[in-house]
C-alpha cells in the first residue's frame, strides 16, 4: 500500500529532496547504523565472553547488570550527555585558540557524530550481549576442545573458533541494533544529525506524503541490504553442531585480572546506565521543582492507556497466531505469524507514514469522518500493534514450542472442543509467557518515542514525547522526572527479560 | 625397558561427587599399540582420556610421554596444544562453519604442503571430491572419517578417540572400525580409544585395560580378557557367561567331569562357562554335566543362544547360557538338553 502510493507523482518536492538532502540522509543513516553495529558488537561480544567463559567476583551479578542500559530509552540517556557536552565549552575555545579555525570546525561537526554514537552505542550494545550470551552458554565445550588439541590456545581457539559460530547471534543481535539506529528519532534530533528517519517526518511535514513514503522505502531497502549482505556471506557454512551440548568450563581469574574484567564491563554499564541515571537523578532533586505535576500526570496517564491497549491486542493476537491456529489448525498460521514478526523489521517511520494514509484515506469515505477526530489515537494503537507484535508473538511461540503438543491433544480426546482446550490447556500453560508478552509490550509502548511523536494527535502528550521535548528545548532538569519515570517502566521490562533468559536451556 | 606412554597413580575427584572418578589408576603404553579403555557409563574412561589431552588435571598422579612429563599432580605442565595429541571426539565435533578441507586442516601450521597434506589425507578415506563440502552436508560416516583424518593430520604422537563409533548404525560401525583401525596401523600411530561396546574392543585392540568406578579392573589382550577374565564383572562384560558352583553339579571328585581338563583345575571351586563352551545334546549322555529344559531362546540366524533351566545331580538349580549353531530348527520351550563341556574350554576359579 505504502509502496504503491510512493510510486505516485512526487512532484517538485521530491526533485528538491533528491538535490539538497537524500544523499546526506542516506549517507548519514548507513554511516551511523555501521559505526553503533561496529562498536555495539565490540562490546557485546567482548562482555558476554567474560561473563560467559570466565569466573570471577562479582560475575552473576554484572551477568544481568550488563542488561540494564536496554532499560533506558536512547533519547533520554542522549538528553543526559547532551547536556555534558555543553560542558566542554572551554575545550573548544582552547582548541580554537590554539589549533586554528580548521580543527575547531571539525570538532564541531564530529561532536553529534560521536554524541550520538556513543548514546546508540551504550544503550544498545545489550541486544548484541544477550543474543552472544545465549551462544556462548550453548556453545559446545568440545568444538574449542577440539581445536586447543590441535594447538590452538585459549585466545587462538576464541577466534578461530568461538567467535566465526557466534556469528549468527552476533548478527541477530546486530540486525536489531542496526533496525534501532535506523529507527532512532531522538538521539539524532537531540544532537543534530541529519538521517532518513527525521527526513521522513521532515517531508511529511511538508506535505509531501509521497516523498515521505519514498525517503521511508529508502531506509527499509538500506536495512534489508544490510541482512541480505550477511546472508550471502555465509554461505553453506553451519553454524549449529550436533555435538552434545556441554557447557565450557569456566577458568577462574586472579585477582589483578577480575579488576580488568570489571572495568570492562564496567564503562558500558555506566556510561549506559549510570551516568544518565545518575544525571537525571541530580537534577531532580536539585531543581526540586515539582510545578510540572499535573502535566506529567497527565502524560504518564496517556502513556499508560495506550500501552494498556496496545499490549492487550498484541497478546490476543499472539495467543491466536500461536496457540490458536493450532487448535483450530489454520492452514497458512505458520506464514501469517511470521509475517505478524515482520513488524519490528518495519521501520517506524515507514508504518507512520502508512498508517497515518490509511487513516486519511478511511476518513475520506463518507460517514467515517468521525474517524478523523479520534484518528490519531486509534491509528497509533493500530501502529503500535503493527510493530509490537513481534515482541508479543516471541515470548509466547517459545514457550508455545515447549509446551507438549499432546497436552491439547489430550484434553481434545476427552471430550473438549477446540475452544475449551484452548481456555483450559493452552492458556493456563502459557500464562507466564503471555504475561511476560504483555509486559515487554507494555514498556515497549510506554517508551516509543519515534511513532507517537509523529502520528499523536494534536496537543496529546506521552511521558516519552514530553520528556523529549523538554530536552530538546533545553529544558533537561524539567524533563528529569518524566525520563526517570520512563527509565523505571524500562526497568520492569528488563526484569521480565532477564527472567525469560534464564529460563532459556 | 621404558615404556612409551606411561600413566602412574592418576587420581581425579570431582567437585560434590563422593566417589572419585578416577582412583590410582596406571598403566602403560607401548608404541605402536591400539589400546582400549573400556567401561560402564561412569566408570571414568572418559575423564582418563581427557586427562591424556591435557583437557582436564588430575588431583594427583603423573603422566609421561617418552620421559616428557606431561602432567604431574594438579599442575598441567604441557597445556594440550602443546602435547601434539589428535583426539577424536564422541560425536565429530566438526566445525560447523568450516568446509572440510578446512577442518582436516585446521591442526596444520601454514606451510607449503600443507594442500597436499589435506588432499592425501582425504583420499586415504576416499572423499576427495568432499573438500568443499560443510560438516552439515556429510553423512555420519563421512563425518566420522573426517573427524579422524583432521586428528590424523598434524601426525600426532598420541591418538584419541572418544567412543568414535557410537553414533553410527551397526553396519556402518562394523565398516568404520575396520578402516580405521587399518588407517591408524599404516600411518603407524599410538592410539588410545575410549568405548563402552565391548565388542568394538575385541575386536580391534592390542590391549584392553578395563575400568570400572574409577579403578582398573583388568589389562591384558583381547583374547586374555576373554578367556580368563580376572573376575565375575569383566567376564559377563566381555559377553555371555555362567557362574557355577562346582557343587552344584554334584561331580565325584575321583572321576574328572570334563576330558581334557588338568586333574589341578578341577579341584577348583568354580566353574564359568562361556556359551560356546557347552554343547547341547540329546537326554541320556554320558559324559553330561548337567540336564535341563529350555526356558529361553534367543534365534540370531547363524546360531541360537538359549538359556537351560538345570538341576544338578545335587538337586540344586542353575542356569546355563548356550550357543548351538548349524541346526536349522528352533527348539520350543521346555525342550529337555544334556549338557557336555567342549574339551578344555571352562575358565576355573578358586
Known amino acids: 500500500m505504502v509502496g504503491l502510493r510512493s510510486l505516485g507523482d512526487g512532484g517538485e518536492q521530491w526533485g528538491r529532496i533528491v538535490e539538497y538532502r537524500l544523499w546526506e540522509q542516506l549517507g548519514s543513516t548507513a554511516l551511523l547504523i555501521m559505526l553503533v553495529a561496529f562498536f555495539a558488537i565490540g562490546i557485546g561480544v567482548t562482555c558476554a565472553w567474560l561473563v560467559s567463559a570466565y ?154 506524503l509521497v516523498s515521505a513514503m519514498r525517503l521511508a522505502f529508502m531506509l527499509l ?58 544525571r537525571f537523578l541530580t537534577w531532580a532533586i536539585s531543581s526540586g521543582d515539582f510545578a510540572g505535576w499535573p502535566e506529567y500526570g497527565g502524560a504518564m496517564f496517556n502513556s499508560a492507556w495506550l500501552a494498556l491497549f496496545a499490549s492487550v491486542f498484541v497478546v490476543l493476537t499472539a495467543l491466536w497466531l500461536t496457540a490458536g491456529r493450532k487448535a483450530w489448525q489454520v492452514r497458512g498460521g505458520v506464514g501469517m505469524q511470521s509475517l505478524a514478526s515482520l513488524g519490528y523489521a518495519i521501520p517506524s517511520a515507514l508504518l507512520a507514514v502508512g498508517v497515518g494514509a490509511i487513516v486519511s484515506d478511511i476518513a475520506g469515505i463518507h460517514g467515517f469522518a468521525w474517524l478523523a477526530l479520534s484518528a490519531s489515537a486509534v491509528g497509533l494503537v493500530f501502529a503500535y500493534w503493527v510493530r509490537f507484535m513481534a515482541v508479543g508473538i516471541q515470548p509466547v511461540a ?59 494527535p494534536f496537543d496529546f502528550e506521552t511521558l516519552a514525547t514530553l520528556t523529549f521535548r523538554l530536552s530538546s528545548e533545553g529544558r533537561i532538569p524539567e524533563a528529569s522526572l518524566p525520563a526517570l519515570v520512563l527509565v523505571a517502566g524500562g526497568m520492569l521490562g528488563v526484569v521480565v527479560m532477564n527472567r525469560m533468559l534464564k529460563r532459556q536451556p | 625397558m621404558s615404556r612409551f606412554l606411561q600413566v602412574n597413580r592418576i587420581t581425579r575427584r570431582f567437585a560434590g561427587a563422593d566417589q572419585a572418578a578416577l ?32 583437557l582436564e588435571t588430575p588431583d594427583a598422579g603423573e603422566i609421561n610421554l617418552e620421559g616428557e612429563m606431561l602432567s604431574r599432580g594438579k599442575q598441567v605442565v604441557v597445556p594440550p ?50 573438500e568443499n563440502r560443510f560438516p552439515h552436508e556429510l553423512s555420519g560416516g563421512e563425518q566420522q572419517r ?51 561396546d565391548t565388542d568394538d574392543a575385541l575386536a580391534v585392540s592390542d590391549r584392553i585395560v578395563v575400568l570400572k568406578d574409577g579403578g582398573v579392573e583388568q589389562i591384558g589382550a583381547p583374547a586374555d580378557i576373554y578367556r580368563t577374565p580376572a573376575n565375575r564383572y569383566v567376564a559377563s562384560a566381555f559377553g555371555a557367561c555362567s557362574f557355577l558352583e562346582r557343587d552344584a553339579l554334584g561331580a565325584r571328585q575321583e572321576q574328572p567331569l570334563i576330558r581334557g581338563v588338568e586333574p589341578s ?28 529344559a529350555v526356558s529361553e531362546v534367543f534365534y540370531h540366524g547363524s546360531s541360537q543362544l538359549i538359556t537351560l533351566e538345570c538341576s544338578g545331580r545335587s538337586g540344586k538349580s542353575f542356569t546355563l547360557k548356550a550357543i548351538r549353531s548349524g541346526d536349522k530348527n528352533v527348539p520350543e520351550t521346555g525342550t529337555r538338553f544334556d549338557v557336555v563341556i567342549r574339551p578344555g574350554q571352562a575358565i576355573f576359579k578358586m
Open chain 1, 55 to 208: 569466573e570471577f567476583r562479582g560475575r552473576k551479578t554484572l551477568e544481568w547488570l550488563l542488561i540494564l542500559p536496554l532499560g533506558v530509552p536512547a533519547f533520554v540517556a542522549g538528553a543526559a550527555y547532551l547536556d555534558g557536552f555543553e560542558h566542554l565549552t572551554p575545550a573548544f575555545l582552547w582548541i580554537r585558540q590554539n589549533l586554528g579555525l580548521d580543527a575547531f570546525l571539525f570538532t564541531q561537526k564530529m561532536l553529534p557524530w560521536i554524541g550520538a554514537t556513543l548514546v546508540l552505542v551504550v544503550t544498545l550494545y545489550p541486544y548484541v550481549y544477550m543474543s552472544c550470551r545465549a551462544a556462548f552458554a550453548g556453545q559446545q565445550a568440545d568444538l574449542i576442545e577440539a581445536a586447543r588439541t590441535m594447538g590452538c590456545s585459549p585466545m587462538k581457539a576464541f577466534l578461530r573458533v568461538v567467535l566465526p559460530l557466534a556469528r549468527p547471534a552476533m548478527a541477530a543481535g546486530a540486525a536489531l541494533v542496526a533496525m534501532e539506529t535506523a529507527n532512532d528519532y531522538g538521539v539524532v534530533s537531540l544532537f543534530g544529525l541529519n538521517t532518513l528517519t527525521p527526513g521522513v517526518f521532515r517531508a511529511w511535514s511538508e506535505g509531501s
Open chain 1, 398 to 456: 517459545a514457550a508455545q514450542a515447549g509446551v507438549a503438543s499432546d497436552l491439547h491433544a489430550a484434553a481434545r480426546t476427552l471430550g473438549a472442543t477446540p475452544g475449551r482446550a484452548l481456555l483450559k490447556v493452552d492458556m493456563r500453560l502459557l500464562r507466564p509467557a503471555l504475561f511476560a508478552a504483555a509486559t515487554l509490550c507494555f514498556v515497549d509502548v510506554f517508551k516509543e518515542l519515534t511513532l507517537t511523536l509523529v502520528m499523536r
Open chain 2, 146 to 196: 573426517i573427524a579422524l583424518v583432521r586428528a590424523l593430520a598434524p601426525k600426532p604422537r598420541l591418538l584419541m578417540m572418544d567412543e568414535p563409533f557410537s553414533s553410527l548404525d551397526k553396519a556402518l560401525r562394523h565398516e568404520l572400525r575396520g578402516e580405521t583401525r587399518r588407517l591408524i596401523e599404516q600411518q603407524g600411530i599410538t592410539t588410545i580409544m575410549v568405548t563402552h
Open chain 2, 23 to 54: 582412583a590410582d589408576v596406571s598403566f602403560d603404553l607401548n608404541q605402536r599399540e591400539f589400546v582400549t579403555l573400556v567401561g560402564a557409563s561412569g566408570s571414568g574412561k572418559t575423564t582418563l582420556l581427557r586427562l591424556l589431552a591435557g
Open chain 2, 81 to 130: 596444544e602443546q602435547r601434539n595429541f589428535g583426539f577424536v571426539f564422541q560425536n565429530h565435533a566438526l566445525f560447523p562453519h568450516l568446509s572440510v578441507s578446512a577442518n582436516v586442516g585446521f591442526g596444520l601450521a601454514k606451510q607449503e604442503d600443507k594442500r597436499q597434506r589435506i588432499n592425501e589425507l582425504l583420499e586415504l578415506v576416499g572423499l576427495e571430491d568432499m
Open chain 2, 265 to 292: 583345575s578341577v579341584a577348583q571351586k568354580e566353574l564359568w562357562l562361556r556359551p560356546e563352551d557347552l554343547r547341547l545334546k540329546a537326554p541320556g549322555t554320558d559324559e553330561a554335566i548337567a540336564a535341563g
Open chain 1, 221 to 278: 531497502a538500506l536495512i534489508v541490504f544490510v541482512m541480505i549482505l550477511e546472508r550471502a556471506q555465509r554461505g553453506r557454512r553451519g553454524f549449529a553442531s550436533d555435538t552434545r551440548e556441554r557447557p565450557l568450563a569456566r577458568l577462574a581469574l586472579t585477582p589483578a585480572r577480575t579488576m580488568m574484567a570489571w572495568v570492562v564491563i564496567g564503562i558500558p554499564l555506566f556510561l549506559g546506565f549510570g551516568w544518565p541515571v545518575l
